[in-house]
């Protein structure tokens, strides 16, 4: 009752979970596993350094510090840019065209006579194609900065901000080896009790034949035969609870190496691919051996 129950409720766990369904008929409906508990082959466990390798190649909490490092990298060259002295350099070139007659002066009476410009603005843009009235302009400007205070404020600031965020991605790097470490280390352990869990049932299978023959002679009685029995039925539940662990223990490794969303084909991001060639991930993998 206590086993059905326990299935019962993790059933409607898994129906909460993956359903916003507010029908109440939706827990009468019974699920049903779409594998069986996995035995351990020789091919699901990964040795330490791969493991490792995957779980900073794929768990996003390392991407995004290794992310995160750059950008602070980014940020110190600039500011260590705008620290330096500057050196700019302007040039130009100008066309000009002129035309049309000059202004008269009524000031003294009479509008003198003024010497007329021939043409218009057609002449003016004549003038302007033809190249006639053309300018040339250059110019610099160097800046040294004597006592830059605010900047070298500003590149100090960055440079700490970059040392932080790589002793938090080293940190990080540490911590999902840890992870990976341990989880590897639970899947063995799993491993190892499914097969002293088998040869336990093993036993238990040759005792209760073996008390079997002994009651079917008349030297045993039925309680022995129903012990045996028991222990029969207690090794299987042991097996069956070891071999449930293992496959349990590789989910955790699955999301340790950060793989889960990979072998359960659901993509989410396709941007933020790894990284390569950062030094921490190659020191991270030699501390973890």
């Known amino acids: 009752m206590l086993s059905t129950y326990n299935v019962t409720q993790a059933e409607d766990q898994i129906k909460k979970m993956t359903s916003d369904d507010k029908d109440p008929a939706m827990f009468l409906v019974r699920l049903r596993a779409s594998e069986a508990p996995r035995r351990p082959d020789g091919t699901q466990i990964p040795t330490l350094e791969e493991a490792v390798k995957i779980a900073l190649e794929s768990r996003p909490e390392m991407r995004q510090a290794i992310l995160d490092m750059q950008n602070k990298d980014i940020d110190a060259e600039y500011t260590k840019n705008q620290a330096l002295p500057?050196?700019?350099?302007?040039?130009?070139?100008?066309?000009?065209?002129?035309?049309?007659?000059?202004?008269?002066?009524?000031?003294?009476?009479?509008?003198?006579?003024?010497?007329?410009?021939?043409?218009?603005?057609?002449?003016?843009?004549?003038?302007?194609?033809?190249?006639?009235?053309?300018?040339?302009?250059?110019?610099?400007?160097?800046?040294?900065?004597?006592?830059?205070?605010?900047?070298?404020?500003?590149?100090?600031?960055?440079?700490?901000?970059?040392?932080?965020?790589?002793?938090?991605?080293?940190?990080?790097?540490?911590?999902?080896?840890?992870?990976?470490?341990n989880a590897l280390t639970q899947a063995e352990m799993n491993r190892a009790r499914i097969e002293t869990a088998q040869i336990t049932r093993e036993l238990?299978?040759?005792?209760?034949?073996?008390?079997?023959?002994?009651?079917?002679?008349?030297?045993?009685?039925?309680?022995?035969?129903?012990?045996?029995?028991?222990?029969?039925?207690?090794?299987?539940?042991?097996?069956?609870?070891?071999?449930?662990?293992?496959?349990?223990?590789?989910?955790?490794?699955?999301?340790?190496?950060?793989?889960?969303?990979?072998?359960?084909?659901?993509e989410i991001d396709k941007t933020l691919n790894p990284v390569a060639g950062i030094n921490v991930i190659r020191k991270t993998e030699t501390a973890a051996q």
């Open 86 to 181: 500057s050196f700019d350099v302007t040039a130009a070139y100008n066309q000009n065209g002129t035309g049309g007659t000059k202004r008269r002066d009524f000031t003294l009476g009479s509008p003198a006579l003024t010497n007329p410009l021939p043409g218009g603005l057609v002449d003016a843009f004549g003038q302007l194609f033809h190249y006639q009235f053309t300018g040339y302009s250059l110019g610099f400007s160097v800046v040294l900065p004597l006592s830059n205070k605010a900047q070298q404020a500003d590149y100090d600031r960055a440079l700490t901000e970059k040392r932080l965020s790589e002793s938090r991605m080293n940190v990080t790097a540490q911590e999902i080896a840890l992870e990976v470490r």
């Open 204 to 266: 238990a299978d040759q005792k209760l034949e073996a008390e079997q023959t002994k009651f079917n002679l008349g030297t045993s009685t039925l309680r022995f035969v129903l012990e045996e029995q028991r222990n029969v039925a207690q090794a299987q539940t042991n097996e069956v609870q070891s071999i449930v662990n293992f496959t349990k223990s590789l989910v955790d490794l699955d999301k340790a190496m950060g793989l889960t969303l990979r072998k359960n084909n659901v």
